[in-house]
């Protein structure tokens, strides 16, 4: 692996993040997610491919607001819509965009009184019984069942 930043705080850093994670639907679908900062620099970026039966999804943060979607032998590029905000270089399409309709929903839901789509403190809480869930899971070296 390599390291991306070589000092932090007068320490010297011997590793930086770096996450692959295998995983295998209950259908026997396959999925594969890899995110890392200790990469080279041409390979930064944000990639993501979907692959089913009869087609594929891809999209990459080098082709700006594109995403390919190929059906047998159909092939289909679709344009998203414009950013308001530049996403920061190598960061996700709409990634800066995300915090300002954040931003604008939770406005528009203390204005309007009524609920939307916000994530709520339950919400959080599902999320945090998850990830101890999976660390438990991990020290104990069981495999985590997802339903």
Known sequence: MMTKVKKK??????????????????????????????????????????????????????NEGVVTVSNNDIQEIVQLDDRIYIDPENEFYGWKDSFYYSHIKLLEAIKNRKETAISTFEDGLKAQEVLEHCINSYQQKQYIEFR
């Not at 993040?17 to 026997?28: I, P, R, V």
């Not at 993501?48 to 990459?60: D, H, L, M, V, Y």
């Open 9 to 62: 705080n007068d320490s010297i850093v011997q590793v930086d993040d770096h996450s692959e994670t295998f995983f295998m639907t209950s259908n026997g679908q396959y999925i594969h997610i890899e995110t890392s900062k200790a990469c080279d620099e041409d390979l930064c970026g944000f990639y993501i491919t979907i692959t089913g039966r009869s087609g594929e999804i891809k999209f990459s943060s080098k």
